[in-house]
């Protein structure tokens, strides 16, 4: 099992910035590549971000290319989304998620463990 706990949220001005984390417990962290997703009121989780075991390879959705940053301190068991030039369209619910990597580079296992999320809200 592993426990995920984001932090980070808040509401936030469009043009403004925000950092996220999550902490992980209970297995061994560099064993999991890891990943941010968002739902937003009345759509589909989507994905955000991700980023490989060491940090080595990472994958951004379209939408927040070059806003947002992925990174991960596995000392500290620890992810973060560093998000920039914030929208309105940017406002959801932000959760992380892990994948037990089974091979090189963003070559993950589905996500089986997820947090509670954290509430992120841009005004315009």
């Known amino acids: 099992q592993v426990q995920l706990v984001e932090s980070g949220g808040g509401l936030v001005q469009a043009g403004g910035s925000l950092s996220l984390s999550c902490a992980a417990s209970g297995r061994t962290f560099n064993d999991f590549g890891m990943g941010w997703f968002r739902q937003a009121p009345g759509k589909e989780r989507e994905f955000v971000a991700a980023?490989?075991?060491?940090?080595?390879?990472?994958n951004y959705a379209n939408s927040v290319k070059g806003r947002f940053t992925i990174s991960r301190n596995n000392a500290m068991n620890t992810m973060y989304l560093r998000m920039n030039s914030l929208k309105p369209e940017d406002t959801a619910v932000y959760s992380c998620?892990?994948?037990?990597?089974?091979?090189?580079?963003?070559?993950?296992?589905?996500?089986?463990?997820w947090g509670q999320g954290t509430q992120v809200t841009v005004s315009s």
């Open positions: 980023i490989s075991w060491n940090g080595g390879a990472t």
């Open positions: 998620a892990a994948a037990r990597q089974n091979g090189p580079g963003l070559s993950l296992d589905p996500w089986t463990y």
